[in-house]
């Protein structure tokens, strides 16, 4: 079946060159297209009922009814898509900001096109998956079809024959290893949080095609005696022998652990495909994004990713002497700039919890007097001209904000790092499971969302240079307690 929800955006773009003077002529209101699309929708429903209760696959008249229902719906989403983009649509009712505490700004339909940010990121990972979404609508659509295999009402969309979808699939319900979700929809939840996290954004991100991803490469952490990963450069005369070297090698695996989401969806939701598609992303790709942007700052690395702030290379900076409890002087800031590898500044970041914005914007850069000593100070600015609203920088270098770290004081709450030396494995293979017994009192269907993944830092401990102090990629405040 074609999906319902794929917006060709070339053809919205074509619908918004029209201008909003074609627009105004069209009388249907938000709730009457809404409507429109429901119908459609429980119609193709209706036709794929009547083929699973046969125990049959589709006839090509009925796949052909199936089309032309949706191409009906392809084009009423259209319709509101471009309403939405030239803002002659509300937010529905029940998708109001109040609604969705970890959404302020609420949803628009168009969050459900397959165009979102991180579409092209996740191709880049791994190759096209555009139209890879076996007649699913959205990741409302494909839950709602496995709820009803639990009841046992099949779906043809779901059966092993349809490839891709047959490898890691089970018959029946699915209890057994779930259901593989469709690669278009995993890119829909999964790219976004990438893209849009000031975190994972930076790390370095790789396919995982096995259980496991071996990261080797030379050990050039110690550079004492002269020597990078036991290689030196030896100056010999005409004819006298070459000096035998072995290199120093790291062997470091990346071996997937599972992580997964328990989603509780009430049944009238599921029923309601346009809304279960939009919320179920939102709150999915949300869910996603702050579990392993947690994993990535402070995963211990037992079954789940080695955080940052637990990195076997991380370099902890001292408070300074006397220093007050829970505060930030530039004194931090300087001697943890100094601990970072200097090729590494190019693309480093600082990551602090949002209990450290006070102190941050307050920064004092200390001016001194040879005689008197410290006599006054300068504010170390955040912001500057060009720079957006809301975004900051401290020492030139961009300043993210994420709750996953530890708070105000505590060791940890002021990181700063390059991501690009830390390495994360991502499998695509993301399946659902489905229970209808676990919230079977409050009328709830329950999935379980299960991804695999695994990320460490690239060094195995920080680098010794051949003169001064220890270097890292990683560097974190001690506590200042």
């Excluded at 005369?237 to 599972?258: F, V």
Aim: aromatic share 6%.
């Amino acid at each position: 079946m074609k999906p319902m929800h794929l917006i060709d955006m070339t053809a919205l773009w074509l619908l918004d060159s029209l201008g909003a003077a074609v627009y105004n002529n069209l009388q249907l209101s938000k709730e009457a297209v809404e409507d429109k699309m429901r119908d459609l929708h429980r119609q193709a429903e209706l036709i794929q009922a009547e083929a699973d209760a046969a125990h049959r696959p589709l006839t090509d008249a009925e796949q052909a009814r199936i089309d032309r229902i949706y191409d009906q719906f392809h084009g009423y989403e259209l319709e509101l898509a471009t309403y939405q983009r030239q803002g002659r649509l509300t937010q529905p009712d029940d998708m109001a900001s109040d609604h969705h505490p970890g959404n302020p700004g609420g949803v628009s339909y168009a969050s459900a096109a397959p165009s979102q940010p991180g579409g092209a990121w996740f191709e880049q990972m791994f190759g096209s998956v555009r139209g890879q979404n076996h007649g699913f609508s959205g990741i409302g659509d494909f839950m709602s079809a496995l709820a009803g295999v639990a009841e046992g009402r099949p779906d043809n969309r779901l059966h092993a024959y349809r490839p891709p979808m047959n490898a890691g699939m089970t018959e029946g319900t699915g209890a057994s290893g779930g259901f593989l979700v469709p690669p278009q929809l995993m890119a829909d939840i999964l790219g976004p949080a990438f893209v849009e996290s000031g975190v994972l954004s930076r790390v370095n991100t790789l396919p995982m095609t096995s259980s496991a991803l071996s990261v080797a490469g030379f050990n050039t952490l110690d550079h004492t005696g002269g020597a990078i990963a036991g290689l030196t450069l030896n100056w010999t005369g005409e004819g006298d022998t070459l000096a035998s070297q072995t290199p120093s090698l790291n062997d470091e695996m990346l071996k997937a652990k599972k992580g997964s989401v328990l989603v509780p969806v009430t049944n009238e939701l599921l029923a309601d495909a346009p809304a279960a598609n939009i919320q179920l992303e939102q709150i999915l790709r949300q869910a996603a994004r702050f579990g392993l942007e947690q994993a990535v700052l402070t995963g211990n690395g037992a079954g789940r990713p080695l955080g940052v702030i637990n990195d076997k290379a991380l370099i902890t900076v001292a408070k300074e002497s006397g220093q007050s409890a829970d505060t930030i002087v530039y004194e931090n800031i300087v001697n943890m700039v100094a601990r970072l590898h200097p090729n590494l500044l190019p693309g480093a970041v600082w990551i602090a919890n949002p209990t450290t914005l006070p102190m941050l914007l307050t920064l004092q850069f200390p001016i001194t007097d040879p005689t008197n000593g410290i006599v006054g100070g300068s504010q170390v600015p955040l912001t500057g001209d060009g720079q957006p609203a809301g975004m900051y920088r401290l020492l030139g270098l961009p300043l993210v904000f994420s709750e996953t770290v530890p708070v105000l004081g505590d060791a940890g709450d002021l990181v700063l790092a390059n991501f690009n030396e830390y390495m994360f494995g991502l499998r695509q293979d993301a399946q659902i499971t489905v229970s209808q017994h676990l919230k079977f009192d409050e009328d709830r269907t329950v999935f379980r969302l299960i991804l695999r993944a695994d990320g460490q830092g690239r060094w195995n401990a920080p680098m010794t240079p051949l003169t001064g102090s220890t270097l890292s990629w990683c560097v974190q405040l001690a506590a200042r307690a």
